[in-house]
């Protein structure tokens, strides 16, 4: 579901502008920062991805989206590099936490690092601890958790976490290709933002039936056009594409 850029055309090369280095003497979160700033623009999040966790001293991520967690399959996983098993796994764990939490605990936790353990059962790499840890974070109206695995014996600082939480949300914010969001402004109508935009809240197809006082049939065919509108296969990447694209 990462943002992908093309920066070659028939027969033509965009050439990125070069980017200054970081003053002397600048803070490691500067450089990180600064180091974001080209796999950010380009749509890389993975690569992104990768630099906080590497900033954490984490071993592994996995961005959520949290209000996805109780459909069917892992269309709630935005970008993860976890072992496949334990995404799984941790499907139905989520889907309980969240469907416990009130709507003040929610937004009570955000930018909070909360530490649980992995099931008895499952299989983790060698070397990294039974515990993950996980904070909460907004993008726009998006709510998504960042889990992560990190070595035994290793302590994840809470300030770096909640400076990663912040940084997530920079970085997706790069990523938006905002010639193409211009484009495909025009060919989404005004009935089809709309159901994109109960769709990112989480509504089922019933729901937002009901919510606009149209058939069910008929919710469902307006997001089969917005997923192909905008070159998308699940409802999971129609909301990141929208996301992205600052359309909810």
């Not at 600064?34 to 996995?62: I, N, V, W």
């Not at 996805?68 to 098993?85: I, K, R, S």
């Not at 998006?142 to 035994?152: G, K, N, V, Y």
């Not at 005004?190 to 089922?204: P, S």
Request: aromatic content about 6%.
């Amino acid at each position: 579901m990462d943002a992908e850029l093309t920066t070659e055309g028939s027969g033509s090369r965009v050439r990125s502008p070069a980017r200054a280095e970081p003053p002397q003497g600048s803070s490691s979160r500067e450089i990180l920062i600064h180091k974001l700033a080209a796999p950010g623009q380009s749509g890389d999040l993975a690569q992104c991805f990768r630099m906080l966790t590497e900033y954490l001293g984490a071993s592994h991520y996995l961005l959520a989206r949290y209000d996805l967690v109780q459909e069917d399959g892992l269309d709630f996983v935005v970008a993860a590099d976890w072992p496949f098993d334990l995404v799984r796994r941790l499907d139905a764990e989520l889907a309980t936490t969240y469907s416990q939490s009130t709507e003040l605990e929610k937004c009570m936790s955000v930018l909070q690092p909360k530490y649980n353990l992995l099931p008895d059962d499952v299989h983790v790499p060698d070397g990294i601890s039974r515990q993950y840890c996980s904070i909460t974070l907004n993008v726009g109206r998006t709510r998504l958790a960042l889990m992560l695995l990190f070595p035994q014996d290793h302590v994840l600082a809470a300030d770096r976490l909640r400076e990663v939480g912040l940084l997530i949300g920079y970085v997706v914010g790069l990523s938006v290709n905002k010639g193409q969001k211009s484009d495909r402004d025009f060919e989404l109508t005004e009935r089809e933002l709309e159901c994109l935009f109960w769709i990112a809240e989480g509504k089922t197809s019933d729901e937002i039936a009901t919510i606009l006082g149209i058939s069910r049939n008929t919710i469902n065919n307006y997001i089969t056009s917005v997923m192909r509108k905008t070159a998308t296969k699940t409802r999971s990447e129609a909301i990141a594409y929208a996301v992205r694209n600052n359309l909810v």
